[in-house]
């Protein structure tokens, strides 16, 4: 479900479960910190995510792993992993990124995206709600009002709003992001290692505070996220009670 290929000093991993639209359960969560990380211990000096058909990653699989409370600490450690390898990290985002797709993207270092892409977070959608590293890191990237918008009005973000407003460094496919992948990696590797730490110390990874910790886990914890997943099942719209 994840495949790696390499380039010189340039590895391309892609999301391959294009009939799931490239939605992550623990395996592919696993498999792809693994290749991250393998790609990094061979010495690649530019990593390029990407996904499988016209979808980057559709987020967690609804049928099942969204709703197990171990998936999100799985998921959050993951993109802590990626986060952390020294060297740049490009998404190349071929098609929507949603949910975790969208965290997924984020983590990385730089977004190149297709024309059509669009992200969002529709969390509120399905009665869940992202941890606190999520929306912090949305706001350093898009502004606090856009992602106020994408979070509580689950208003998706084009790619040329994208470009804009920053989230996305270029629009194109995934040769463009592995043509600018090569160039990157001819770069000093020191110097993009200490760019990376000071990008990424935006102040997301603070400890949350107390309540805000609550908060989410009551929402993971609720009778609505019950009620959503009958209603997927159903094919029907969820009656969220915000109990």
Known sequence: MIDSTSDGPVTTIELRRAEKRNALDHDMVHGLVAAVESAVDAGARAIVLTGQGPVFCAGADLSGPVYDPEFLT????????????????????????????????????????????????????????????????????????????????CDPLTAEHALSVGFANRIGDLAVAQEWAASIA?????????????????????????????AMRAAWRSSDVAEARAARIEKRPPRFTGR
């Open 186 to 214: 001819e770069l000093a590797p020191l110097t993009l290692a200490h760019y990376k730490l000071v990008f990424t110390g935006d102040g997301a990874r603070d400890e949350p505070a107390p309540a805000h910790t609550e």
């Open 74 to 153: 799985t998921l959050v450690s993951a993109l802590q992993r990626i986060e952390a390898v020294p060297v740049p990290v490009i998404a190349a985002l071929n098609g929507s990124a949603l949910g975790a797709g969208l965290q997924l993207a984020m983590v990385a270092d730089l977004r190149v995206m297709a024309p059509g892409a669009t992200c969002g977070i529709p969390a509120a959608k399905i009665g869940v709600a992202v941890d606190e590293w999520t929306i912090r890191r949305l706001i350093s990237l898009v502004g606090a009002g856009i992602a106020r918008g994408m979070l509580i009005g």
